[in-house]
């Protein structure tokens, strides 16, 4: 089965220092990686997902994620933080449905606080 | 451009009372549509999804239910609320197989059950 880990519960960081928001995953087969943040009182919000190609990854924001297939990781970075990224953080990974759709496992979600 | 509306945006029901929370989708055709619950502001439970009007799966057992009488509107039930059933629910969308299966969400509801 598809999962995810994201072993920090909150990372602290200083404004203007760069961020960097851990993901580790699980799965049969080639992954489809996904990051989103959460804002109080509000819904998700996609930020950025590798499927194939580049290691690299860029997204909304500034944001942008590494995969590393040896480490099967799928880390989430900035290179300067804003107080305004204060925000809960979820890695996810796609899953394939018997019916032929999607459902999303998502990790438990790491908290960011950007210091000013 | 799609746009996923869904309400009340807040409700307070008494334990025992029915529940109903609507969600709907513009902008696309023959969506996946999920409903979560996420307690104490963290992890998310996914509860139902539909691939298609009337084709409803249940991930975990529990005191709710969903329909999907229309292609782009999704709704979650209950007869009886607990108070187990508080949180807040969110509602999402993606494009059918084919796509890479990233979702969006709609605003979400806080429900309080007293």
């Known amino acids: 089965a598809q999962s995810v880990a994201q072993p920090e519960d909150q990372v602290n960081v200083a404004e203007g220092n760069p961020l960097t928001v851990k993901c580790t995953y699980s799965v049969s087969g080639n992954p489809y990686l996904f990051w989103y943040v959460q804002y109080p009182n509000r819904g998700l919000q996609f930020l950025l997902k590798y499927i194939t190609g580049d290691n690299l990854v860029k997204g909304s924001y500034g944001f942008e994620a590494e995969f590393n297939k040896s480490q099967t990781s799928f880390h989430l970075k900035k290179p300067s933080a804003l107080v305004s990224d204060s925000a809960l953080y979820f890695c996810a990974v796609r899953d394939v449905l018997n019916t032929g759709g999607f459902k999303t496992i998502f990790g438990a979600g790491t908290r960011l606080f950007v210091k000013a | 451009s799609q746009t996923i509306h869904q309400w009340p945006a807040t409700l307070v029901q008494p334990v025992g009372s029915p529940l109903s929370l609507e969600c709907t989708v513009e902008?696309?055709?023959?969506?996946?549509l999920y409903w979560y619950r996420q307690a104490a502001g963290r992890g998310l439970q996914l509860l139902f999804y539909?691939?298609?009007?009337?084709?409803i799966s249940s991930e975990v057992p529990q005191n709710l239910s969903a329909s999907r009488p229309q292609d782009r509107q999704f709704i979650l039930s209950s007869k009886k609320l607990l108070l187990s059933d508080s949180g807040f629910y969110l509602c999402a969308w993606s494009v059918q197989s084919g796509g890479p299966g990233e979702q969006f969400f709609g605003p979400g509801t806080r429900l309080t059950v007293l």
């Open positions: 902008g696309t055709s023959n969506p996946n």
């Open positions: 539909s691939v298609g009007i009337g084709q």
